[in-house]
């Protein structure tokens, strides 16, 4: 059973990330997008509920400000998978363990394995690997700055949502979780939809139409990958499951990118992905 839910959610979040390219190649209402895609996440918690949604002012700053960070982390991976490789953007994305990292270092004063700071340096060698290539005429040239940026983006907001998640998981002892995650997407979803009426007003229309449909879907794949992941822990030791996800989804990832996607990689570029699988798992010894 393990084993299946494991490859359930591999799919899962790999069906997603290929949702939110596919629609970004043929759409640009990217924020309606994301706002759907936040909104239907959030039946996750809803469905999941059996005891209720409780409220305090706390925990409402703390969902604020999390809520923000989810919706620039999931506007900026939009973005990122719309101009940039498959495998590279969720390669940058994941490293935002570096951020946590940091801050349990120099703000919780955490014991950080020797690991840990072997896998940083790892993951700048990983960068440079990745965001360089050479053609065929072996001159260097470099990835599209705008990408990287996005990518980077996204990363920075994923690490310090991580970073907010461990402050108010601090604060309330851990028993507002499910109530934290609830206002993080619902508040994405509102801050994405105000920032759409806006931004996307000209052609909202299409918008509905187009996102709507796709974000529902997104958001569906989402909610139903964190329930497989809760369900995986039932069956696999945390210090395994998570491991093998990151492993084999990047491999999943790697070969969605070469053959579904046909996007070419020199032996730079594979040898940054292996490495920075390497130091992703370092993360987690």
């Known amino acids: 059973m393990g084993t299946i839910l494991l490859i359930s959610t591999l799919f899962l979040q790999e ?8 629609y970004g190649k043929k759409h640009s209402a990217g924020l309606f997008f994301n706002a759907i895609l936040c909104l239907f996440a959030t039946l996750f918690f809803v469905i999941t509920d059996q005891d209720g949604i409780s409220f305090s002012k706390e925990l409402l700053l703390y969902g604020v400000i999390s809520a923000f960070l989810y919706a620039g982390g999931f506007y900026y991976m939009y973005l990122a998978l719309q101009q940039g490789s498959f495998i590279g953007t969720k390669m940058i994305s994941s490293f935002s363990v570096v951020v946590s990292v940091c801050y349990g270092l120099f703000f919780l004063q955490e014991d950080i394995k020797f690991t840990s700071y072997i896998a940083i340096v790892l993951i700048f060698f990983s960068v440079f690997m990745l965001v360089w290539k050479k053609s ?21 907001c ?12 601090m604060y309330f002892g851990g028993s507002c979780d499910k109530e934290f995650m609830f206002f993080s997407f619902l508040g994405a979803s509102l801050f994405l939809l105000v920032f759409a009426l806006v931004k996307e007003r000209n052609n909202f229309k299409d918008a509905v139409k187009t996102g709507f ?15 497989f992941v ?38 730079l570029q594979i040898s940054g992905i292996a490495v920075g699988v390497l130091a992703v798992l370092l993360f987690q010894l």
Do not use: D, H
């Open 15 to 22: 069906g997603e990330a290929m949702l939110v390219r596919r």
């Open 136 to 156: 065929e005429r072996k001159k260097q040239e470099r990835a599209s700055a705008r990408w990287l940026i996005y990518a980077t983006l996204s990363a920075l």
């Open 158 to 169: 994923n690490g310090f949502i991580a970073v907010v998640s461990k402050s108010q998981q």
């Open 213 to 227: 449909l796709y974000g529902a879907g997104g958001g569906l794949l989402n909610g139903a990958k964190n329930l």
């Open 230 to 267: 809760l369900l995986l822990y039932l069956y696999l030791p945390i210090s395994v499951a998570v491991p093998l996800r990151t492993g084999l989804g990047y491999i999943l990832s790697f070969l969605i990118s070469a053959f579904l996607y046909k996007e070419p990689f020199t032996k």
